[in-house]
């Protein structure tokens, strides 16, 4: 019996992540470094404000946690630089339909330009094929994120860096535990899934 007939060669071959399964070619590449940022447009408007805060519960982080994991550490780079530039330029896609950088939370989407990196990297090292890998992964790409924009929201809203803790940081957990959840399940599913279809 072949080696390739005895397991699908993507599950077990270092370096690969979900992305890396579509047929290779550069038309794929743009079409997935666009439909990241698409897809994080889209789930920045599943927004909701928070009382007390300038930074809204959205479906953003979330997004662009699942882009860098799925499409690795560069490809995750390019789509959230791009989500990030276009909404810079006027395209409403970032929380509540907004756009530009002269707001409070602008410092989370730099956050998440680099949690993408920082989680594709760790995938294309399999952590996003076990329930607790997985869960690592989005921990760290949270605290990335929140790394990044607390200390921009203290710097943009002149509070203290306690109270941006209070106002950026705290409300966000138990939804950040959430998603991670929902992560926990999709991405080793996923790879299980393929597996079965290999």
């Not at 890396?20 to 070619?25: I, R």
């Not at 550069?26 to 940022?37: C, E, F, K, Q, T």
């Amino acid at each position: 019996m072949s080696s390739t007939a005895a397991a699908p060669v993507h599950t077990l071959r270092a370096g690969t992540v979900l992305a890396d399964l579509l047929p290779s070619s550069r038309v794929r590449d743009v079409a997935l470094v666009v439909g990241g940022a698409a897809l994080t447009g889209l789930a920045a408007q599943l927004s909701v404000p928070v009382p007390g805060s300038p930074v809204p519960v959205s479906g953003q982080t979330f997004a662009a946690l699942l882009v860098g994991t799925a499409l690795g550490a560069r490809r995750g780079f390019l789509s959230l630089a791009l989500y990030a530039v276009a909404g810079m330029a006027g395209v409403p896609w970032f929380a509540q339909g907004t756009s530009g950088y002269a707001m409070p939370s602008f410092g989370y989407i730099l956050g998440m330009l680099l949690a993408a990196t920082v989680v594709g990297a760790l995938a294309r090292r399999g952590a996003d094929r076990s329930v607790l890998r997985t869960a690592g992964t989005m921990v760290l790409g949270s605290a990335v994120i929140y790394a990044v924009g607390v200390p921009y929201l203290a710097l943009a809203t002149g509070m203290t860096l306690g109270q941006a803790v209070a106002a950026g940081l705290t409300p966000f957990l138990i939804g950040d535990a959430l998603k991670a959840a929902l992560a926990m399940g999709a991405l080793p599913a996923a790879w299980k899934l393929v597996g079965r279809k290999g």
